[in-house]
Each structure stands twice: as C-alpha cells, then as structure tokens.
C-alpha cells in the first residue's frame, strides 16, 4: 500500500489545504497518511523549514508547498 507522509507546521494555511486535499483524495484512492509536525524538531525544522507543507510518498519528497492533484494522483496509482 502507498504510505503518504506530510510535514506540516501549526498554523501553517498551505499544510491546512494540503492535509484537506490529501484526506479528501484518501477517500477515493487507497494509501495510508500520516502527518508530522515539525514545531519544536531542530533536525526537521532545519531540514524541511519553510518548505512546508513536504508531501512525502513512500519515503521520497514528492510535492513542496501544495498538492498538484494531477501529479498527485499519478504518483499514488503506480
């Protein structure tokens, strides 16, 4: 099964809409989601800072800031 992760911080608008897209998707498509906050991580927030949100699928950086739903769902189907 497809894992979908998110970085998100609190507060974050674009991680809001992220995670409201990627749960909508999940209803239709079937993979697992996790999200992550990365407040109060020193590792994370270096690594991932101001690129949140960080769509990650299967381990591997996928989007950066927004979900593009077409590329999106391409990936998820494979």
Same mark, same amino acid.
């Given at each position: 099964?497809? +894992?979908?992760?998110?970085? !998100?911080?609190?507060?974050?608008?674009?991680?809001?809409?992220?995670?409201?897209?990627?749960? *909508?998707?999940?209803? *239709?498509?079937?993979?697992?989601? !996790?999200? *992550? #906050?990365?407040?109060? +991580? =020193? *590792?994370?927030?270096?690594?991932?800072?101001?690129?949140? =949100?960080?769509?990650?699928? +299967?381990?591997? =950086?996928?989007?950066?800031?927004?979900?593009?739903?077409?590329? #999106?769902? !391409?990936?998820?189907?494979?």
């Amino acid at each position: 099964m497809t +894992n979908v992760h998110i970085y !998100s911080r609190h507060g974050c608008h674009l991680c809001e809409v992220a995670e409201k897209t990627a749960k *909508e998707l999940q209803s *239709e498509y079937s993979y697992q989601l !996790s999200v *992550e #906050f990365i407040d109060g +991580n =020193p *590792e994370l927030e270096k690594e991932y800072g101001e690129k949140v =949100p960080v769509i990650m699928i +299967n381990g591997q =950086p996928h989007d950066y800031w927004r979900i593009d739903r077409a590329r #999106f769902i !391409s990936a998820i189907s494979i």
